[in-house]
């Protein structure tokens, strides 16, 4: 049996010790209700595991949601994040915090332009027994690497939420975008048992920070680079053991510079000693399998190894289909074998396959942001893509998501669903240009075993932005809605795309 994917492992929960909170908690200009995000004595059941996105250890899976162009202390394009913790009864945005580089704790301070927030993963970096936050400052300009070079940080996790924090990298190079969106993923690639982070530098070359760290951020294991033979342009990362040998690997969407069509699906294989050089997967005609722009990893069909699920959300020619024109996007399932990923048995899925939801349309932009988990309880992880340029009626771009079923056969376009703004019980209204399903994630929030979907808007309110949070059941997937925005937070609204991207 295959170790389980890093997106969707779960770490035992150890002891917690009971902390009296008495004091009124101020956390980046967000009042919280005092020990509203400690963790309590107990979690979801006693001895549960814990999941990977519980920064407070109290055994619900938590929220961090990523508004990289926000304006913050008057700079535009500053960037914030927010975090809102899970509970017996879901998200609470009652436990709310806001994160930037003003944010007592966090390295470096609030710029015009630096982007904080472009990407966001998340893994107990310490190993201290709580989730810590990894961020992404795409366009920090730094000493050793000059302007827009990027930095990576850490927001670390505690028994009252996170705090504090430390830088992890900077960019090497001028324009390097360390840290920027979808170039971070972490896994434990070298087998060693702590979590490794990895990201991306010079636009192609894998940068792997090894694990455990210290709390002044220090990697304990050094770092390993693994250079591209390609001059490529890496477009988004993740990891899994797609070989089931219980190793993490690193998984990655590609396509060659200006050439936006060329692109391929690569991965390279974790090792004892170091990342393995990359290796492409292939389709039924030996030729390298293009995929898409954004993908996620995990085991579908239950069999034990970690599949690969890429989303392509742009219309145009592709080589993988015998009839090559994708109109509206598409996506792409990659079951995992013991030689790895089998590109031969990949399956294609889109608005025209019989059971998904909608019709196949130019710009629908199907396949953006797909994430794996288990949304019904039925023992295989399904797939949630957005398709943000959905029409709804006479309603341009109003936005859509999408629910893919997972199987012991793998992925299937039967018993679909879909979820918008217009479907009962979900707050709000379509509109035009709100494109709902920019972003998509699945994490247990209420602790009841079940991936609950939240749903990003950046375009909402005339690109304000705003998030949609759900709590699945066996038969639905958009029960007890919530919503919250700039307003719930208390940000600013103008330009700031909240929802652009979830921690993985």
């Known amino acids: 049996m295959a170790a389980p994917s890093p997106r969707h492992r779960n770490l035992t929960r150890p002891a917690r010790i009971a902390l009296a909170t008495g004091v009124a908690l101020v956390v980046a200009g967000t009042l919280a209700v005092p020990g509203a995000h400690a963790a309590p004595a107990g979690g979801p059941a006693a001895g549960a595991a814990q999941p990977r996105d519980d920064f407070n250890g109290d055994g619900y899976a938590d929220l961090a949601v990523a508004a990289p162009t926000a304006t913050v202390a008057g700079k535009k394009g500053a960037g914030y994040v927010a975090v809102v913790y899970g509970s017996a009864n879901g998200l609470r945005t009652a436990t709310r915090q806001v994160f930037h580089q003003n944010t007592a704790g966090v390295p470096g301070s609030v710029e015009t332009g630096d982007e904080f927030g472009s990407a966001l993963t998340t893994a107990d970096l310490d190993q201290d027994g709580y989730a810590d936050l990894v961020v992404g400052v795409g366009r920090e300009d730094t000493a050793d690497g000059g302007e827009d070079s990027g930095l990576v940080e850490v927001v670390w996790g505690g028994p009252q939420g996170l705090s504090g924090g430390a830088a992890l990298a900077s960019g090497g190079n001028a324009y390097d975008g360390l840290g920027a969106f979808g170039h971070l993923t972490v896994g434990d690639v070298d087998g060693d048992g702590a979590p490794d982070v990895v990201t991306v530098e010079n636009l192609h070359d894998l940068r792997i920070l090894k694990g455990p760290f210290g709390r002044d951020g220090a990697g304990a294991g050094g770092e390993q680079t693994v250079r591209d033979v390609y001059d490529s342009r890496i477009l988004d990362l993740a990891a899994g053991d797609v070989n089931g040998d219980g190793l993490t ?73 015998d009839n090559p024109y994708v109109k509206g996007g598409r996506v792409t399932w990659i079951p995992g074998t013991p030689e790895g990923p089998d590109g031969v048995k990949a399956v294609f899925l889109n608005q025209d396959r019989p059971g998904v939801p909608g019709t196949a349309e130019d710009d629908d932009a199907f396949g953006t942001d797909v994430h794996i988990g288990d949304v019904d309880g039925d023992g295989y992880q399904d797939v949630v893509t957005g398709v943000p340029g959905e029409d709804l009626g006479s309603v341009s771009a109003a936005g859509a998501v999408v629910v893919l079923r997972g199987t012991a056969n793998g992925l299937t376009g039967a018993g679909g669903l879909t979820v918008t703004q217009n479907t009962a019980n979900v707050p709000g209204t379509a509109e035009k240009n709100d494109k709902f399903g920019g972003a998509t994630h699945l994490g247990d929030t209420d602790g009841d075993g079940l991936a609950d979907l939240v749903v990003g808007a950046p375009g909402e309110n005339s690109g304000a932005g705003s998030v949609w949070y759900f709590r699945s059941t066996p038969t639905a997937v958009a029960g007890s809605a919530g919503t919250f925005g700039a307003g719930t937070l208390g940000t600013v609204a103008t330009g700031a795309k909240l929802g652009t991207a979830f921690a993985d």
């Open 249 to 321: 690997d690193v998984v990655a969407t590609e396509n060659d510079g200006d050439e936006y069509d060329a692109r391929r699906v690569v991965y390279w294989l974790g090792d004892r000693t170091a990342l393995n050089p990359f290796t492409l997967v292939y389709d039924i005609d030996g030729a390298g399998l293009q995929g898409g722009e954004n993908l996620d990893v995990g085991d579908v069909n239950a069999d034990g190894y970690d599949d690969i699920v890429v989303g392509r959300a742009v219309d145009g020619y592709d080589s993988d289909l």
